[in-house]
């Protein structure tokens, strides 16, 4: 038997760990036949349900399922990790500030990205879930100096997913007939979903986004704010949709991207499309299925666009601003 993936997962007892654990262990995210081993990363006081969660990992009895651990220190968490899932954060609470929650998320992800830093194996890398997300990648790549920033990826997957049935619903194209959609900038309200580059079933995008009543009143906004809708709907945020993503973020990223298409993911900037060095923001990316994200050169990028684009890249400029300003990178 080949020697298994290490798969670390943070904030494995909650509600996306659950809709995501499961998936990764019958084979959805590298391979069905891929072996790979469980690291659940919790806070002490939810050990106990990561521990019943494992129990249950037990009970699929997942033939590639190599073991499941358990572990509240992320320094033995990430020990040998090849893809790291931090799910786990502080979600903002009741009088929080921005700058409140972004201090607490850097207490979370200084250390974890330390420890990757030390102990991860050579070829690791991570996706970020939990939010701020680009931010949180931000602060994980900085102090995980001795790992290639570029292994430290931010999820705007399921904002690309968000916009691809936004679009099928408008226009009755099947979801799988809509290629080449972007997602620029911030995993929040400011992002700026990208019709113009768009394939829509053989239609250009930019055809679709003439309607532009409903591109910046319907579109635009609903995707941007759907994980606030769902919140309101359901009383928690989304969980379900978010593991889907992480398992394809994670898919595409090592297996590789469909010929023809591209997908978005929260990437480390050298300076493309204007975004200045150094900022974890959405781009569309590519990947030949050889573990590298690559980023979609020389697209011609409309003013509309770009006023849009900027103003993402603005927010997550001051995110970083407000990191760096608190000594987190
Ligand atoms: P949840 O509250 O159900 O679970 C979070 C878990 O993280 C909890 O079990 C908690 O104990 C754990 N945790 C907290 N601090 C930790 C630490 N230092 N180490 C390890 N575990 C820790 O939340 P959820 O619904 O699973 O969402 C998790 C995160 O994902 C949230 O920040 C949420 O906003 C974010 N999210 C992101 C996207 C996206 O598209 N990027 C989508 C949905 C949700
Ligand atoms: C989502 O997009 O569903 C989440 O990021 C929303 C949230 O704030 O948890």
Aim: glycine share 10%.
């Amino acid at each position: 038997m080949t020697e298994p993936v290490n798969v670390t997962v943070t904030g494995a007892a909650g509600q996306i760990g659950y809709a995501l654990l499961f998936r990764i262990a019958a084979g959805e995210m590298l391979g069905p036949d891929v072996p790979v081993r469980l690291r659940l990363l919790e806070i002490p006081q939810a050990v106990a349900a990561a521990e019943g969660t494992a129990m249950e990992l037990d009970d699929c009895a997942f033939p590639n399922l190599a073991g499941v651990e358990i572990f509240d220190d992320p320094v033995k968490a990430f020990d040998g990790v090849n893809v790291a899932l931090l799910v786990g954060a502080r979600p903002r609470g009741p009088g929080m500030e921005r700058a409140d929650l972004l201090e607490a998320n850097g207490g979370i992800f200084g250390p974890q990205g330390r420890a990757i830093n030390d102990g991860a194996a050579d070829d690791v890398r991570v996706l970020v879930v939990g939010n701020p997300a680009n931010t949180n990648a931000l602060i994980a790549a900085s102090n995980a100096p001795d790992v290639p920033a570029t292994r430290f990826t931010a999820m705007t997957r399921l904002d690309h997913n968000r916009a691809l049935s936004q679009v099928a619903a408008k226009t009755g194209t099947p979801v799988a007939d809509i290629k080449r959609l972007t997602i620029w900038g911030n995993h929040s309200a400011s992002q700026y979903p990208d019709l113009f580059r768009a394939d829509v079933g053989g239609r250009p995008g930019a055809d679709v986004a003439a309607d532009t009543a409903w591109l910046t009143d319907e579109f635009i906004p609903t995707v941007a704010k759907r994980g606030a809708a769902i919140i309101q709907a359901r009383g928690a945020s989304s969980a379900a949709s978010a593991a889907n993503a992480a398992i394809a973020h994670v898919r595409d990223w090592t297996l590789g991207t469909p010929e023809g298409d591209w997908t978005s993911a929260g990437l480390w900037s050298s300076g493309e499309y204007g975004v200045p060095e150094g900022l974890v923001s959405s781009f569309p990316v590519t990947s030949d299925g050889t573990g590298e994200w690559k980023i979609v050169e020389g697209l011609d990028i409309d003013e509309f666009s770009r006023g849009r684009i900027d103003a993402s890249v603005a927010e997550l400029v001051e995110e970083r601003d407000a990191v760096r300003a608190l000594g987190l990178i």
